[in-house]
């Protein structure tokens, strides 16, 4: 049993502080009761028991791990509000674990701290340190007129992948169809330190990868894209990928759905499959009748009839709301599909970190080019732990 898993049992057996004065209160009024005085060895077993249950409470206080403000942030939980992220915390624990991992190079330090999971993202939070005196300068400030990739360069496919508990790459690519490196908001761009968030979405189809028990991932070069030059800029060159364990808590919800959309230049559109709600992600599948043919006169036209295909799951129209009638929105995702299956997969982020119960007996409402559709979210579940 590793360390986290230690963290977690502790957590699990430790009571609360009010629980815990009421079993020790117990435990002094089962004494007054007796009649006659309890054998020293008694008051000895009972005085272990109360330490043992106040060093249980204590020592899970203590390993008790939080979520990092900075991965909060990342999720737009206001750092400064005490009950959001406390219920953000209580929401997304059991899919985090602490990292120590410490990896050098060229002389700069990469410090990987915190993991977080669900069946479809993946985040990682690490800390880049170089020499005293080195400036990390990573562009101009992102805008919405101007943005700039800043992270580790995104390597191959073959570069980052899952793993199974023999070490061994799961899938011809590692279950992987998106990642990259992201360089978190700085109070001082032209120091040396930096804070870093790594995302994955695994590939679509693909749910062996919850089967994974470790994550390579890479971090090789430093670097930003330069909207004006119109070329990468290397910051800082070397190497510091790594290989990290994962969560293996799945914080979702699901319910199979199967429901018709409308339709789109004559051909049906479908919701169909398992929908999946965890705190942070909504994921789920929609079909197009592979019947019928994207039609146009001239092969512009047809493109244009793709396009529209592939457009469809626009954030804007894609809302959750529990049976109390509070709603809450998605921000743009990504996905995959199969072109000559006509399917597609949407994931969207939440814009606000949520509890998915809360929305079991309430709707999906999506309000889409093919049609406005309400979906009942009546059999909304938790995840069934894996065998």
């Known amino acids: 049993m590793d360390r986290h898993e230690l963290n977690r049992m502790f957590d699990s057996l430790a009571p609360d502080p009010r629980r815990e004065r009421e079993l020790l209160r117990q435990l002094l009024r089962d004494n007054a009761r007796r009649k006659q005085p309890m054998k020293n060895w008694k008051q000895i077993v009972v005085a272990a028991a109360a330490a043992a249950l106040l060093v249980t409470a204590a020592t899970a206080a203590v390993v008790l791990p939080r979520i990092d403000p900075k991965l909060l942030g990342y999720l737009d939980v206001d750092p400064e509000c005490t009950q959001e992220v406390a219920q ?131 971090a090789a070069d430093l670097a930003y894209w330069d909207p004006e030059r119109k070329r990468e800029v290397t910051v800082y060159p070397g190497d510091w990928s790594f290989e990290a364990p994962l969560p293996q808590k799945d914080i979702g919800w699901v319910v199979q759905i199967d429901q018709a959309l409308g339709e789109l230049d004559g051909a049906s559109i479908t919701a169909q499959g398992e929908l999946y709600l965890s705190p942070m992600t909504l994921k789920f599948d929609h079909r197009r009748d592979a019947g019928v043919p994207f039609v146009g006169e001239t092969q512009q036209e047809k493109n244009m009839a793709v396009s529209r295909w592939y457009s469809l799951g626009r954030a804007e129209g894609v809302t959750l709301t529990g049976p109390d009638g509070v709603s809450v929105g998605v921000d743009c995702g990504n ?53």
Not at 131 to 156: C, H, I, W
Not at 198 to 215: K, M
Not at 336 to 355: C, M, N, P, V
């Open 88 to 218: 953000a915390e209580s929401l997304l624990y059991p899919g985090a674990m602490a990292l120590d991992i410490t990896r050098e190079d060229n002389g700069a330090v990469l410090h990987v701290t915190q993991i977080l999971r669900d069946r479809y993202n993946v985040m990682i939070l690490a800390d880049f340190t170089a020499p005293e005196g080195t400036q990390l300068y990573m562009g101009a400030p992102n805008t919405d007129e101007v943005s700039s990739a800043k992270g580790f360069r995104n390597g191959s496919e073959f570069a980052v992948g899952f793993l199974n508990a023999s070490g061994e790459r799961m899938g011809a690519h590692g279950l992987v169809s998106f990642y990259s490196w992201e360089v978190l908001e700085d109070d001082d761009p032209m120091d040396n330190r930096l804070a870093l968030m790594f995302t994955l979405s695994p590939q679509q189809g693909e749910d062996s990868a919850w089967e994974a028990v470790s994550l390579r991932v890479p």
């Open 335 to 387: 996905g995959a599909g199969g072109f000559g299956d006509g399917w597609w997969s949407e994931i969207y982020r939440l814009k606000q970190i949520t509890d998915p119960a809360k929305f079991q007996g309430g709707a999906l409402t999506l309000d889409w080019a093919c049609g406005k559709t309400v979906i009942s979210l009546d059999g909304l579940r938790p995840v069934e732990p894996q065998s």
